[in-house]
Each structure stands twice: as C-alpha cells, then as structure tokens.
C-alpha cells in the first residue's frame, strides 16, 4: 500500500527552463510533505517543506505547492540547472511523528 | 562539521553470515533512524529512536533484522543470518527532535551485498 507517490519516474528538461514533480498521497493524516534531493553515492538531503495550513512554500528556485483536497504536491524548479540533476523524493509525516514516508523518487536530468 | 557518518560504506557478504552496520549520528540529535533502499520497495523506514529507545519497529522486516542504540552517539543494525533478498543500500538519519517537522539528515549509506 503506497501512501505516497511519484508517478513519473524521470524528467528531462532543458537549463534554464522549469521543471515541475509531482506527488501524490493517500493518507489524510499526514500533514507536513517535504522534499528531498539525492545524488549517487550519497544520502537524501532535505530541500524543502511545506506544512497542511500552508498552500506554497518557496526557498529561491524551489516552490512547493500543496493542494489538500486533491491530496497532490508538486515541486517547481526555475530556472533548471545542470547541478539539480538528480532523484528527487517526496516525503510526508505528521506533525505528532517524526516517521517519513516516501515516494518512488523522480529522476531529473537538465541539459545544458 | 562532520555529518552522520556510517560504516561500512560497502559490504558484501555470503548467505547465512552475519552482518552489522554502524551508524553515528550528529552530535546533539537525539533521534536517529534506520532506512533501507531497493528497486522494488524504495525508501523505507526500518526503525527508529528517540532518546536512545526505539520508537518504532514496525518496519523491521523479520526477525532476522535487530537495532540497538546502546548511547547518545551510536547505532548498530544487525542482520543474522543473511539473505540475498537483504540486498540494498541501509540508510542512517538522525534529526534534533521528535517532531515530523525536524529535519532527518541523512548518512551516505552503506551497499550491502548478499551472494
């Protein structure tokens, strides 16, 4: 049982130019989603995060959109760069527990 | 400012032996978590502690698998014995709080690998 989804498993995009990820989540009880960026041979590190009573978050390039009644968050990057080629993996908790689950991941390739 | 640090970084091993990660966290986290990533399941959530108690085991896939937390400032994750299927990369993460909304920082992993 996935509670949490990312269904495209991979985007390629031009730099300079957006890229959106999206997710999905089952589980109306989660109520902090974040965001984590990975490269090979390293751990996930954190990128950014949005609370439920929150509809956007942004950090520079990075905005987080949440949209509670469709239970969907996306991740726009913009303007892509080469260096944000990775997976990146979206993540959900609660508020009341530090347990993240997390999606599939999406791979993003920018080309220069 | 060293991050969580885990060792090793990769083992491989045969069927039936056993084996043990390490994990050390950030200095002054006090939870600490145990993930594991395969092609099939993803990123899952093993175990984790707060305070050097473990919270949560439900992930732990059978009782082959064991965590410990014997201080403030390490972590072991046994596997014994061994299987193939224990094949993946075992994350460690440690955050500052027991909240969902303290950031988990994340070690580099180690490859395990069961022949």
């Known amino acids: 049982d996935q509670q949490v989804k990312q269904n495209s498993p991979s985007l390629s995009v031009q730099e300079g130019r957006i890229s959106i990820l999206n997710c999905d989540y089952t589980n109306s009880m989660f109520d902090y989603f974040l965001w984590y960026k990975k490269y090979p041979a390293e751990g996930p590190t954190f990128l950014i995060s949005?609370?439920?009573?929150?509809d956007k978050n942004e950090d520079g390039r990075f905005t987080v959109f949440l949209n509670k009644s469709a239970k969907h968050l996306s991740l726009h990057i913009v303007p892509s760069q080469p260096g944000d080629s990775a997976v990146y993996f979206c993540a959900a908790s609660r508020f009341a527990g530090n347990k993240l689950t997390f999606g599939g991941g999406t791979r993003v390739l920018v080309k220069p | 400012d060293a991050g969580v640090i885990q060792s090793p970084r990769h083992e491989v091993t045969e069927m039936g032996q056993e084996v043990t990660l390490r994990c050390k966290p950030i200095s002054g986290h006090n939870s600490l978590f145990w993930y594991r990533q395969t092609m099939m399941r993803g990123l899952e959530l093993l175990i984790y502690f707060n305070n050097n108690v473990p919270i949560d085991d439900s992930g732990m896939p059978e009782d082959r698998f064991s965590a410990k937390m014997p201080n403030a400032s390490f972590s072991t994750l046994k596997i014994q014995p061994s299987e193939p299927r224990d094949s993946a990369v075992y994350f460690c993460a440690s955050s500052s709080g027991p909240s969902g909304t303290d950031t988990q920082y994340f070690g580099p992993g180690t490859r395990l690998t069961v022949l």
């Open positions: 949005i609370s439920s009573i929150k």
